[in-house]
T-cell receptor, first 117, second 118 residues
């Protein structure tokens, strides 16, 4: 079984300051981990993914995340927030067991990011 | 390259009715997954289709059913609608193993269909 816990339901930052979104996961197998972003009334966009290569993963728009197996964490960071970063962010786990077609994604509850000018 | 598309964008139904939602997968993708996202929550996995066969199902009752067609497009059908079925329904396609070992479980999402049940 797999699960994801996003430790903060809301995060508020000032423009130009760092952003940290925390995520802990549980998985029976070596997991694949993702961060998706959802802007209001929009679909989900993939920010970055970890699939057992480098533990520090760089994504789009300056975001990066570090996979820490010992802590079962996959926190998302960005050095300097921009107004356009205001959105809902989802940490997602998929177990690494290869199946014929793919694996279901298990989403965390989401973290809503507010960026203040 | 065309991304994942869904129709309709919005839909209003009354309790007890039936609804069909449609999804066209991204070019080259043979796997389609459906998710339900209730207001203020993360998406929940409904089921996945691979080459026209159901390939995994989440904790949803049988009145949620689906189809995948030879062109890999898909439908989600919900019978006997309940008020709690009001949600954003998301379709995602993925390349499966054809995408290579590093991407077999990466999913690309459509914009969703907003279903309101009155």
């Amino acid at each position: 079984a797999q699960s994801v816990t996003q430790l903060d339901s809301h995060v508020s930052v000032s423009e130009g300051t760092p952003v940290l979104l925390r995520c802990n996961y549980s998985s029976s197998y070596s997991p694949s981990l993702f961060w998706y972003v959802q802007h209001p009334n929009k679909g989900l966009q993939l920010l970055l993914k970890y699939t057992s290569a480098a533990t520090l993963v760089k994504g789009i728009n300056g975001f990066e995340a570090e996979f820490k197996k010992s802590e079962t964490s996959f926190h998302l960071t960005k050095p300097s927030a921009h107004m356009s970063d205001a959105a809902e962010y989802f940490c997602v786990v998929s177990d690494g067991k290869v199946k014929a077609a793919g694996n279901k994604l298990t989403f965390g509850g989401g973290t809503r990011v507010l960026v203040k000018p | 390259e065309t991304g994942v598309t869904q129709s309709p964008t919005h839909l209003i139904k009354t309790r007890g009715q039936q609804v069909t939602l449609r999804c066209s997968s991204q070019s080259g993708h043979n796997t389609v997954s459906w998710y339900q996202q209730a207001l203020g929550q993360g998406p929940q996995f409904i089921f996945q289709y691979y080459r026209e066969e159901e390939n995994g199902r989440g904790n949803f009752p049988p009145r949620f059913s689906g189809l995948q067609f030879p062109n890999y497009s898909s439908e989600l059908n919900v019978n006997a609608l309940e008020l709690d079925d009001s949600a954003l329904y998301l379709c995602a396609s993925s390349p499966g193993l054809a995408g290579g070992p590093g991407s077999y479980n990466e999913q690309f999402f459509g914009p969703g269909t907003r279903l309101t049940v009155l």
